[in-house]
């Protein structure tokens, strides 16, 4: 602080403003520092290139970064050379998650100086941060999801105090788990990301993206939760869509819900629900029970078949999904149909069919 006091002295205005800012910042008052700062510009150092410097510098400390973009900006416009500036206004772009305005300003620094020890240190941190979220999206690409959660692990661990950073990557993360189904580690993921400061539109992503999580995991009231938080939010279209097929899913829960019945999740591909349909069917088969089992075995395996007929359909299973009436929309093919792969048994006066071809 004494530097910049002893600027004032030379300028000819009076002290009690900048010396004033001095203390209080000492002394931990950073919103009063910033007062007496700008106090002192209004009392005509506006063109001050040392306070608008301390000024940024403030304002980057109690996260105003847009306003320490602007004042810093004024410091470079009347020094174009200003090191401490540019470092500055690059510290304030990297923690708005502005990443490649940093990178510029810090690189027009060390033009100036290449050993500036403080902007040379930042710039390193972003460009290892860089290379760690650019491995994240090549593994994600190639198809190695856990890799890239691994990987986005390690970019939130460069730098943990990066807040815009941290929620997008923890959103991205949560988005891969839900992928693989770790749906607890992707409830984490997107709760580190809603611990961040985030605007509006991120923050209704984050819940949305948790209502979609809650609904993954079978945890149906708190999708509903989540996805009600989205909308009161102000969401558009999406957080309707959300909670209605949340609602849905817990009405379901409490009827035949027929994912229970194969026992796949609301997520599960085709592959898997053929799977389930073909392990359950052949459990549940009435030949393959004893006598006396015979009668709860037929009436576990028409559920099967009526929701295999379901979620084996693809217009069936999203009419089922939004809360539609699928009752007798018989599909040849599937189970009650007769396409290729169809198995048929008899037992009494009932014929049942199921179909390992679908």
Not at 69 to 96: H, M, P
């Amino acid at each position: 602080a004494g530097l910049w006091v002893a600027l004032w002295v030379a300028s000819g205005l009076p002290l009690a403003c900048p010396y004033r800012a001095g203390t209080l910042e000492q002394q931990g008052d950073l919103g009063g520092a910033w007062d007496a700062l700008n106090a002192a510009m209004e009392a005509g150092a506006e063109s001050s290139h040392d306070l608008l410097l301390r000024r940024a510098q403030i304002e980057v400390l109690t996260g105003d970064y847009y306003e320490s973009v602007a004042s810093s900006g004024r410091a470079i416009k009347l020094e174009a050379d200003s090191i401490q500036a540019l470092g500055v206004r690059g510290r304030a772009y990297y923690l708005l998650g502005e990443h490649e305005m940093a990178l510029n300003h810090w690189r027009q620094a060390l033009h100036f100086d290449p050993e500036h020890e403080e902007v040379k240190g930042h710039y390193r941190i972003l460009k290892k941060l860089e290379k760690q979220e650019k491995r994240a999206l090549k593994l994600e690409a190639a198809g190695d999801l856990e890799g890239a959660v691994e990987a986005w692990r390690a970019a939130i661990a460069v730098d943990a105090a990066h807040k815009r950073f941290v929620a997008r990557a923890s959103l991205a993360t949560s988005k891969i788990l839900v992928k693989i189904k770790k749906y607890s580690e992707a409830a984490d993921s997107c709760q580190e990301a809603l611990n961040q400061e985030l605007g509006g539109e991120e923050k209704l992503e984050a819940l949305l993206l948790m209502g979609e999580v809650m609904l993954g995991w079978e945890r149906f009231e708190e999708a509903v939760r989540w996805c009600g938080q989205a909308l009161e939010l102000g969401g558009d279209q999406r957080a309707k869509e959300a909670l209605h097929k949340a609602k849905v899913a817990l009405k379901q829960s409490k009827e035949v819900d027929h994912y229970k019945v194969l026992g796949v999740t609301r997520t599960a591909s085709q592959k898997d629900i053929k799977k389930a349909y073909r392990t359950a069917a052949l459990i549940h088969h009435p030949d393959k029970v004893p006598e006396e089992e015979r009668d709860k075995a037929e009436q576990e395996f028409m559920k099967i078949a009526a929701a295999y007929e379901v979620l084996s359909d693809d217009e069936l299973r999203a009419k089922y999904d939004r809360g539609e009436d699928v009752s007798g929309n018989g599909q040849g093919g599937g189970p009650g149909g007769h396409g290729p792969g169809a198995h048929h048994f008899r037992h009494g006066n009932q014929h049942f069919h199921f179909n390992f071809g679908h």
